[in-house]
């Protein structure tokens, strides 16, 4: 339960930091350097997230249904 937690508040700050960067995006202004790290931060979470994912299935804690995996 604390794993699906910890990936839909990494969730949440992906689609945040995807919200900002829209937001100096459209705003312009000439200062891309936050639109740089809004973006970059968003990337470094998404790799959190699948990371977490991979270690959480390597340790047994996440499984697949997936019929072709268990034949």
Do not use: E, Q
């Not at 839909?8 to 639109?35: H, I, P, T």
């Amino acid at each position: 339960m604390w794993l699906k937690i910890i990936i839909v508040l990494l969730f949440l700050a992906v689609l945040f930091c995807l919200g900002r960067g829209l937001y100096f995006l459209l705003k312009g202004g000439g200062n891309s350097a936050k639109l740089v790290n809004s973006l970059t931060a968003r990337v470094g979470l998404t790799a959190l997230i699948m990371l977490i994912i991979v270690v959480a299935w390597l340790f047994g804690d996440v499984h697949s249904n997936a019929p072709w995996l268990y034949r």
